[in-house]
């Protein structure tokens, strides 16, 4: 089998963390002239890093990406705890949190329950993936039943829009969503920052849950054994779904021994030990994506075998920090 041909290839890779191994040893830090980037893997320098008062999540000259700027997506995006560091991150995280410790246990379970059972018979295997986390995370959020639909488009839509390289259509459909979504949390009577970070909720949910329930169903159809809430704490610690993550030299600054010059980017190897993080930018989440995974693979595997619903697992989604499953194409919706 080929190997990952850089850090950004790894996460789509059929089975990278033997290569993640070597490069931890062989080469902890460096700069990867392709890429344009310092690739830090050894487990203690990124632990350095992510505790690193310089290391900021955007890059110091650019807090919103130019394409997002001036745009109703960019404004929200410049008021994410996720894209914000010091005064304003410390400032808004703890409500961000707070929002997050409010919810037991049973009602994730619940939230993900209905929604898994309600989206099974009618998104294919990989839409599922997508949309499980979000319709569960909205009606945790308290969206009405008659809105989760459209909601769980728009967060789609937001998503795609931020994300690097976004087509003008994109960006457009990402500012109508974001318009859409902010009145639905400014309606409950959200100030406009916390409103902003409710988007998050719902986002954060979609790409990195997407791939925690999609690695836990492809590691239940290998076999792996336990109930559901041990497989999917199985793979978050072994088939994570987040492998990286970026930070940004604030100033000129020494990391193992290497002079980082300001301006600079990292990428930071999130696996095998921190796949929620580290740090100030620690995921808040964590909880309940565990809870959120375990209860939404338990309602699929009680509706029916989980190869019925999924088929067989074929490649990752190409994308550079998450891994995300896709299913067999033309996998379709189950029905009883
Ligand atoms: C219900 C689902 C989730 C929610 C609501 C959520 C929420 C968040 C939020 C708000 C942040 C930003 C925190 C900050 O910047 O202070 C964050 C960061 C993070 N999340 Fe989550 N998350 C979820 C699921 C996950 C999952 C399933 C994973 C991986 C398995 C994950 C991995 C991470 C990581 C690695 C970071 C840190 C990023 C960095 O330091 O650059 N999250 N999450």
């Known amino acids: ?45 990124v632990e350095q890093a992510l505790h690193h008062p310089q290391l900021r999540v955007r890059p110091p000259a650019e807090p919103v990406p130019p394409a997002l700027q001036g745009r109703a997506a960019g404004e929200v995006f410049a008021q994410l705890v996720r894209m914000n560091d010091g005064d304003f991150h410390a400032r808004h995280r703890p409500g961000v949190e707070q929002a997050i410790v409010r919810w037991e246990e049973s009602a994730v379970q619940r939230a993900a329950e209905e929604s898994a059972s309600d989206l099974v018979t009618r998104c294919d295997a990989n839409a599922l993936l997508s949309a499980i986390p979000v319709q569960a995370m909205a009606r945790m959020l308290g969206v009405p039943r008659d809105a989760l639909d459209a909601t769980v488009a728009w967060v789609h839509a937001f998503t795609r829009g931020i994300a690097a390289g976004a087509s003008a259509g994109a960006l457009q459909e990402a500012d109508a969503a974001t318009v859409a979504l902010m009145a639905q949390g400014e309606r409950e009577g959200l100030p406009h920052v916390r409103a902003a970070n409710r988007i998050a909720l719902m986002q954060q949910a979609l790409d990195a849950t997407a791939g925690l329930l999609g690695n836990a169903i492809r590691a239940a159809l290998d076999g792996a054994g336990g109930d559901a809430a ?19 030299a604030a100033g000129d600054l020494e990391l193992g021994g290497y002079a980082i010059a300001a301006g600079q980017g990292l990428v930071l190897v999130l696996v095998p030990e921190h796949p929620f993080g580290r740090g100030a930018h620690a995921c808040p989440g964590d909880r309940i994506a565990l809870q959120l995974a375990a209860a939404a693979l338990r309602t699929l595997q009680s509706h029916a075998p989980l190869s019925r619903i999924f088929g067989r697992a074929n490649g990752y989604r190409p994308l550079p920090n998450a891994r995300v499953p896709v299913f067999t194409p033309g996998a379709t919706p189950w029905s009883p």
Do not use: K
């Not at 850090?7 to 963390?17: G, K, Q």
């Open 230 to 248: 041990e497989i999917v704490a199985h793979v978050a610690r072994t088939d994570p779904a987040i492998h990286n993550t970026r930070r940004f």
């Open 1 to 45: 089998m080929d190997e990952p041909r850089h850090v950004l290839e790894a996460p789509s890779h059929a089975d990278p963390y033997a290569w993640y191994a070597r490069l931890r040893v062989s080469r902890p830090l460096f700069f990867d002239e392709g890429l344009g980037l310092w690739v830090a893997s050894g487990p203690w320098l």
